[in-house]
């Protein structure tokens, strides 16, 4: 039996799981500079939690959009403006996890990504695992274009619109 077969066939598991958000990591990763310089960052603000019930599964995460950090000062600025994230008008990115649907290690992940008031489907597909303290870790990465949440500010095409966010986040059981 699988980690995640095991979590969800016991009952003692059923209730709410908090993010524990010093353990957890959001990034993305995307290219600039017509494809030739790779920009790296992350969010260093992120909350949320699931709930496994009997046969069902749903979670949140809330990120801070203006926690975002890719190391440089000026293109955070930049990307937190109104060109990008408009981070004063929408302070908050949500991912909503709808349904799960295992096979083997991997869990199929349906949910909505909400980036500047704008909500999407996404399907995620992620690695579960139980770690040693009991506590939950759930591995997922997706590419999205993220012209698909009027995420745009590309002046002359400068920045390729596809984007890998990944995400490992660790639940720890709390009712």
Not at 69 to 84: A, I, V
Not at 137 to 148: C, G, N, S
Request: glycine share 10%.
């Amino acid at each position: 039996m699988t980690a995640l077969e095991a979590l969800l066939s016991d009952p003692g598991n059923t209730g709410v799981w908090t993010l524990a958000p010093d353990r957890s990591a959001v990034t993305f990763r995307c290219r600039s500079l017509w494809g030739l310089l790779p920009v790296k960052g992350r969010f260093t603000e992120v909350h949320g939690e699931g709930r496994l019930g009997d046969e069902t599964v749903s979670g949140r995460l809330d990120i801070t959009a203006a926690s975002l950090d890719t190391g440089n000062r000026k293109r955070d600025e930049h990307l937190r403006s109104e060109d990008f994230f408009a981070v004063e008008r929408f302070p908050t990115l949500s991912v909503v996890v709808t349904t799960l649907q295992h096979a083997g290690t991997r869990a199929e992940l349906r949910c909505t990504l909400t980036v500047r008031g704008v909500t999407r489907p996404l399907e995620l597909s992620a690695e579960v695992d139980r770690l040693g303290d009991g506590a939950v870790q759930i591995v997922a990465t997706a590419v999205v274009d993220r012209t698909d949440w009027e995420v745009d500010g590309n002046l002359l095409g400068m920045v390729k619109t596809d984007t890998t966010v990944a995400a490992t986040a660790v639940f720890v059981k709390s009712g």
